[in-house]
C-alpha cells in the first residue's frame, strides 16, 4: 500500500495555476474591450465538437458564458462472457456506473463543474469538483491551427473505509480519499465534417491498494466524424502508463489485467439535447477510475452498452429578452 500524501500539494497547484490563467483571460477580455479590437481579426472555429465529452474522454469544449449544462452517463453491464448474455439480458440487468453532473461557464472560455459518480470498483461515492479553461481556439484561417484547453479535476469518496489494510479503501485520514486530474486537450476541426482530439493525461491518486500505482500517465485520442445534419459516429481509445514490476505483480496475485479504454458508438443532436449511445470496455466513467482501472476485454464480450445525455440552460439577459420578442 502506497501513500504520497505530500503529492496532493503539488495537485493542488496544478488546479491552482489553472484558475490563475482563467482569471487573465477575464483580464485580458477587458483588456480588449478597453482597446477597441483594432487589431485584425482571426475568426473563431466554432462548434468543434457538439458536447463536453465524447464517450470516456474530454473535448476542448467549454459552456458559454452563463450558461448550464446538466448531464447524465450511465454504463450497463457485460453483454457477453461469464458476467452478460440473456441470463443479465446483456447487460441491462445492471448498472457499472451512474453519472450526474453540471457545468456552469464563469465565461465564454472558462468553466466550473460538480458531479456525483456511484463508482465502478470498490471505490465509489464519488463527489468531483472541475475545471475547464480554453487556453488557444483555433482559427479559420490557421493563424492558430489547433485548440488547447486546459481541465483538471479532484474526486473525493464518500465510502466507508475498509479495514483491510491492503484495500484500496483502507482509509485512515480524509486526504487518502482525494485523487487528482489535470488533462491538456489538443483538438482540431479539420472540416464541417471531422474533428479529432488528443489529450495526455496525469492521474494521482492519495490511495491505492497494495502495489498499485499513485500516479499514472496516459494519453487519449478521439474523433467525430459527421454523418447527417444531426447525427455522427464518435469514438476515442486510452492508453495508460503503468509501471511494468506493479503490473506484473497485480496480474500474478489476483490475475488482473489491466486494458486499454476503447469506446465507440452514435451521437444524435436535437436542439437543445445532445444524446449519444455507445459501447465501451470501461465500466467506469470518472477519469480517476476508467483510465487506470480498466480490466475488461472487448474480445471476451466484456463491453456494455451505454449512453449519456445533457441539456443546456441559458441564464443570458439578452436571448431570454429575444426569445419574447
Known amino acids: 500500500m502506497k501513500r504520497l500524501l505530500p503529492a496532493a500539494k503539488y495537485k493542488c497547484l496544478s488546479l491552482f495555476i489553472l484558475l490563475l490563467a482563467a482569471l487573465q483571460s477575464f483580464g485580458q477580455e477587458d483588456l480588449e474591450k478597453e482597446l477597441g479590437n483594432t487589431a485584425p481579426k482571426h475568426e473563431k472555429v466554432r462548434a468543434t465538437f457538439k458536447s463536453t465529452k465524447l464517450i470516456n474522454g474530454h473535448t476542448n469544449e467549454t459552456i458559454s458564458r452563463n450558461e448550464l449544462d446538466f448531464r447524465i452517463d450511465h454504463r450497463f453491464g457485460d453483454i457477453g462472457g461469464d458476467n452478460g448474455g440473456i441470463r443479465r ?4 440487468d445492471n448498472a457499472t456506473d451512474v ?3 453540471f457545468e456552469y461557464g464563469l465565461s ?3 468553466s466550473v463543474g460538480f458531479a456525483r459518480a456511484k463508482g465502478a470498483t470498490e471505490v465509489q ?6 475545471l475547464k479553461f480554453r487556453l488557444l481556439e483555433q482559427t479559420t484561417d490557421d493563424y492558430i491551427p489547433v485548440a488547447i484547453t486546459l481541465f483538471g479535476s479532484t474526486t473525493v469518496t464518500g465510502v466507508k473505509a475498509a479495514e483491510d489494510p491492503a484495500s484500496a479503501i483502507a482509509y485512515r485520514n480524509f486526504s487518502d480519499r482525494l485523487n487528482f486530474v489535470t488533462q491538456v486537450i489538443f483538438a482540431r476541426k479539420f472540416n464541417s465534417n471531422f474533428s479529432f482530439t488528443l489529450t495526455p ?6 490511495f491505492t491498494a497494495f502495489r498499485d500505482q499513485n500516479d499514472l500517465l496516459a494519453v487519449s485520442a478521439g474523433g467525430r466524424a459527421k454523418i447527417t445534419r444531426r447525427m455522427a459516429l464518435i469514438a476515442d481509445y486510452t492508453v495508460p502508463f503503468r509501471n511494468g514490476d506493479d503490473k506484473d505483480y497485480l496480474k500474478q496475485l489476483s490475475g488482473v489485467k489491466y486494458r486499454n479504454t476503447l469506446g465507440a458508438g452514435l451521437e444524435i443532436e436535437t436542439g437543445g439535447h445532445v444524446f449519444s449511445l455507445n459501447f465501451t470496455n470501461a465500466t467506469a466513467i470518472e477519469e ?3 483510465i487506470p482501472q480498466t480490466t475488461s476485454d472487448w474480445f471476451k464480450g466484456q463491453f456494455r452498452w451505454g449512453f449519456s445525455i445533457s441539456r443546456r440552460f441559458s441564464f443570458n439577459k439578452k436571448n431570454k429578452d429575444t426569445e419574447k420578442k
Open 108 to 110: 465564454d472560455r472558462l
Open 99 to 101: 453519472r450526474i453532473g
Open 89 to 92: 439480458f446483456f447487460g441491462l
Open 201 to 206: 493525461s496525469y492521474v494521482h491518486r492519495n
Open 125 to 130: 461515492q464519488l463527489y468531483e469538483g472541475n
Open 288 to 290: 480517476m477510475q476508467y
